[in-house]
């Protein structure tokens, strides 16, 4: 079993786990570093009443730049780097395949409100990824969002996002 993994490790081509974990600890550091030229605005230093502001996010945002830079350093020059493989096209896939829909379903968010947007990334994600009927997808993502307005609007009185169009207005919320 260990021989068919290593077997199939060896063909996989990609981006190595590497370079990936450099890339997103210089993420972490950009983050950082903004994090402590804010704070140095708020004043970071100690004052007359005790820390400033700024005082703890300096030293957080501190932290996050000395840390990522030495992940940067051990992933990129470091003697026992993982070159390995990531993650393959296939598996990218995979993972974009949830990931893109995700990101449209925020948007659709903005627009149609959280109730209608979920109704149709419930429905498409059951019919186009779990194959199954339009008819059956329509009925859960119906059922799904009908409970949640209705424990969330009606029961809890909390009222969601309608969106910019608010589709739902004629029901009065």
């Given at each position: 079993?260990?021989?068919?993994?290593?077997?199939?490790?060896?063909?996989?081509?990609?981006?190595?786990?590497?370079?990936?974990?450099?890339?997103?600890?210089?993420?972490?550091?950009?983050?950082?570093?903004?994090?402590?030229?804010?704070?140095?605005?708020?004043?970071?230093?100690?004052?007359?009443?005790?820390?400033?502001?700024?005082?703890?996010?300096?030293?957080?945002?501190?932290?996050?730049?000395?840390?990522?830079?030495?992940?940067?350093?051990?992933?990129?020059?470091?003697?026992?780097?993982?070159?390995?493989?990531?993650?393959?096209?296939?598996?990218?896939?995979?993972?974009?395949?949830?990931?893109?829909?995700?990101?449209?379903?925020?948007?659709?968010?903005?627009?149609?409100?959280?109730?209608?947007?979920?109704?149709?990334?419930?429905?498409?994600?059951?019919?186009?990824?779990?194959?199954?009927?339009?008819?059956?997808?329509?009925?859960?993502?119906?059922?799904?969002?009908?409970?949640?307005?209705?424990?969330?609007?009606?029961?809890?009185?909390?009222?969601?996002?309608?969106?910019k169009f608010e589709p739902l207005s004629f029901l009065?919320?």
């Amino acid at each position: 079993m260990e021989d068919i993994q290593e077997a199939d490790a060896g063909s996989r081509t990609g981006i190595a786990t590497n370079v990936v974990e450099a890339v997103v600890a210089f993420m972490i550091f950009v983050i950082g570093a903004v994090v402590v030229y804010g704070s140095r605005k708020l004043g970071s230093g100690w004052t007359s009443d005790g820390p400033g502001a700024g005082y703890f996010p300096f030293y957080i945002g501190l932290i996050l730049c000395i840390s990522s830079a030495a992940i940067i350093y051990q992933a990129l020059l470091g003697k026992d780097k993982n070159t390995r493989v990531f993650v393959d096209s296939e598996q990218l896939k995979r993972v974009m395949s949830v990931l893109i829909p995700a990101g449209i379903y925020i948007l659709a968010i903005q627009l149609l409100g959280i109730y209608v947007a979920s109704a149709l990334y419930i429905a498409l994600f059951m019919v186009i990824l779990g194959k199954y009927s339009w008819f059956k997808s329509v009925i859960v993502a119906l059922a799904v969002n009908t409970l949640f307005f209705f424990m969330f609007e009606v029961w809890f009185k909390v009222p969601l996002f309608k969106g910019k169009f608010e589709p739902l207005s004629f029901l009065g919320y």
